[in-house]
Structure formats: structure tokens, C-alpha cells
């Protein structure tokens, strides 16, 4: 199994440009989530989903967007980049509650906005 | 905020020591989990111990959890160079589906 792969591993953006980070797992996993990690403040829950077809808003939801249209793939989407979304993208799966079981993260995407 | 908190921020030993780390958190929970990131890397799970458990073993990691106390220490014993990494632990957010991270002890073993 390749685990939770992430694409790309480094983007720089322009302000105001939009992407998608890619994300996958390859493990059945029900539940995947995304977090940003920035310098002292640990890991921040950005999106979440229990399913495809089923998200839902973390801690910092604003400026992203996700869609879970099949168990294996979470996209999460910046619509409009802005220089405070420069952080360390982390996208994490499990296979039941996402509270309750071990989470398998991905190798992370370094994204930054000028 | 429900989040854990490590103590400390950061640790520095000598190769062959016993390092602990401890996390607080602040409301009842149903277990926590502790996880290790290399330096450039995703998190690696290392233990989940459940409200139940008050001791848990794996490998040269032990985890304890004092729910009284609302605390738990993760140690780690005869350190290695490898073992250098920051360590998280993680809370669940009651009644959702979510986990809950702190920010972290950064472990430097010296060789």
C-alpha cells in the first residue's frame, strides 16, 4: 500500500491564483481530513470528511473548499491564494471516527504565496 | 479550547538518557494519541491510549494518562540520534469527529 500520498510536495503561488492539492489513500479509509501546520501552532483541521459524498468545516475553513466524490480522493481546493495560506499542507486519514482511531498522514505540501 | 498542550516546548539530551514528555489537555476525553514528526515530514503514530488505560507500552515508549489530572507523559527510554524529531499529542473533540493537536516538544538527542 502507498499509504496517503499527497501532490505536489512544494508550490509557490502568486496572490490571488488558485490550486488544488491533491490527496489519496489507497487504504479504504472512510474518514480523511486536512490540516495546515504552521510555525507554534501546531496542526490546525481546515476540512474534514466522515465519507464520499459528506464534509464538513474545521478550524479554519475560510479560503479553502473540498469535495470527497470518491473514498480515496480529497482535493482541497484555495480559491483565491493570500500570503497568510503560506504554511505546511497535511492531508491524514483513518479508518473510523477520526477522534477515536490512528491517523495516517501524508508527506505534507509546502505552499507559498507572494 | 480543548487542544493539548506539551511541556515542555523543547528537550535536549544526551544519547542513552530517558527523555518525558507531558501533555494537558482540558476537557474529558475518550482517549489520546501521540505522534512524532521528523523534521520535513508527516506525522508517524506512535501510541493511542484509551481513558480506560492507564499505562501503555511499545517498544522503548511508554504512555501514561492520569484522567484526574487531565495529563498524560510519554517517555522514552535509552534515546537514540533517530528518536531527534518534535512529538504531538492529540485530543479528540468531544462528540465530533476530530482531533485536536498541540504544538508540539521538539526532542534533540545528541549523540
Known amino acids: 500500500n502507498a499509504g496517503v500520498t499527497q501532490t505536489p510536495k512544494f508550490q509557490v503561488l502568486k496572490t490571488g491564483q488558485s490550486m488544488t492539492l491533491q490527496c489519496a489513500q489507497d487504504?479504504?479509509?472512510?474518514?480523511m481530513s486536512w490540516y495546515r501546520q504552521d510555525p507554534g501552532m501546531g496542526l490546525r483541521l481546515i476540512h474534514y470528511?466522515?465519507?464520499?459524498?459528506?464534509?464538513d468545516q474545521g478550524e479554519v475553513p475560510n479560503g479553502y473548499n473540498v469535495s470527497r466524490s470518491t473514498t480515496e480522493d480529497f482535493p482541497l481546493r484555495l480559491l483565491s491564494a493570500a500570503p497568510s495560506q503560506t504554511s505546511v499542507y497535511f492531508c491524514a486519514s483513518s479508518y473510523g471516527r477520526g477522534s477515536r482511531e490512528t491517523q495516517y498522514f501524508g508527506p505534507g505540501t509546502r505552499l507559498l504565496v507572494l | 479550547s480543548q487542544q493539548g498542550e506539551e511541556d515542555p516546548q523543547a528537550l535536549s539530551i544526551q544519547e542513552g538518557e530517558n527523555a518525558t514528555m507531558n501533555c494537558s489537555y482540558k476537557?474529558?476525553?475518550?482517549?489520546l494519541q501521540w505522534y512524532r514528526q521528523n523534521s520535513g515530514r508527516g506525522l508517524v503514530h506512535l501510541i493511542l491510549i484509551r481513558s480506560n488505560e492507564r499505562e501503555k507500552h511499545s517498544g522503548r515508549l511508554r504512555v501514561t494518562l492520569d484522567t484526574s489530572k487531565k495529563s498524560s507523559s510519554l517517555l522514552i527510554t535509552a534515546s537514540r540520534a533517530a528518536d531527534t524529531a518534535s512529538y504531538f499529542c492529540?485530543?479528540?473533540?468531544?462528540?465530533?469527529?476530530?482531533?485536536?493537536f498541540g504544538t508540539g516538544t521538539r526532542l534533540t538527542v545528541i549523540p
Open positions: 487504504m479504504n479509509h472512510e474518514y
Open positions: 470528511s466522515v465519507g464520499a459524498g459528506i464534509t
Open positions: 492529540a485530543t479528540p473533540q468531544t462528540g465530533a469527529n476530530n482531533l485536536f
Open positions: 476537557t474529558s476525553i475518550n482517549n
